[in-house]
């Protein structure tokens, strides 16, 4: 039974280029959160998605970030024109339901931005 | 916003050695989640508190949830090399958004043979 799985596992850009982190969550979930973890600083929510609904994106930046969970496919955090602050360890983690606080996490994505 | 304070940031002990981590707040959750966080990989749950004054154990480590909710602790007995590694607790406030967690900053452990 496989986990959430997370890919690229490591992803080095430019800036002012495009970043796409993908997560399949585990078999069975439907809710799927991103969060970053910074150097030096803890975890921080990102977004909350449902298939196809965006429940809570209190934790996104305004501007450059978007995430989407279709209804076929992985969940897709998407980062456009970064930057250097944007380099992180994004983690995506799932979960069977809205009534559920487990969270399984993926591996994460490293991102670096030159 | 929501803070979770974790303490201490590092702790570097001999095998064998007790120790307790502790996470504290000025906030109330409605439940508080302890994970290990390996290197290069996601955090894995260990635990999840739920009742004010609530204590779980697994094996070796006890958590103790505080009476208001507001705080939490890790005490690790007779710790081994094994126990080493970046250990996260983190709320959950409430509300419909349940995998939304306020994360601290953790704490390092290392046990040293």
């Known amino acids: 039974n496989a986990g959430v799985m997370q890919n690229p596992r490591h992803l080095v850009r430019r800036r002012g280029q495009e970043a796409r982190l993908r997560c399949s969550p585990m078999?069975?979930?439907?809710?799927v959160y991103w969060y970053r973890q910074l150097p030096e600083e803890g975890l921080k929510f990102m977004v909350y998605l449902q298939k196809e609904n965006i429940i809570d994106e209190s934790g996104m930046p305004k501007e450059r970030f978007s995430a989407e969970f279709p209804k076929e496919g992985p969940s897709i955090l998407r980062i456009q024109q970064v930057v250097r602050g944007d380099s992180a360890a994004y983690f995506c983690?799932?979960?069977?339901?809205?009534?559920?606080?487990?969270?399984?996490f993926g591996s994460g994505t490293q991102l670096s931005v030159l | 916003t929501q803070l979770l304070e974790q303490s201490p940031q590092f702790l570097s002990i001999q095998e064998g050695e007790n120790l307790t981590v502790y996470c504290n707040s000025s906030?109330?959750?409605?439940?508080l989640q302890w994970y290990r966080q390996e290197p290069g990989e996601g955090p894995v749950l260990l635990v999840t508190?739920?009742?004010?004054?609530e204590v779980k154990k697994l094996k070796r480590l006890t958590f103790q949830f505080g009476d208001a909710r507001k705080d939490s602790s890790l005490h690790i007995t007779a710790a081994q090399p094994g126990d080493t590694g970046l250990y996260l607790c983190a709320g959950n406030a409430g509300g419909t958004s349940y995998g939304k967690l306020t994360f601290g900053q953790g704490t390092i452990l290392t046990v040293h043979p």
């Open positions: 906030s109330v959750f409605s439940s």
């Open positions: 078999k069975g979930h439907s809710h």
């Open positions: 983690a799932s979960s069977p339901g809205s009534a559920n606080e487990k969270l399984f």
């Open positions: 508190v739920v009742t004010g004054g």
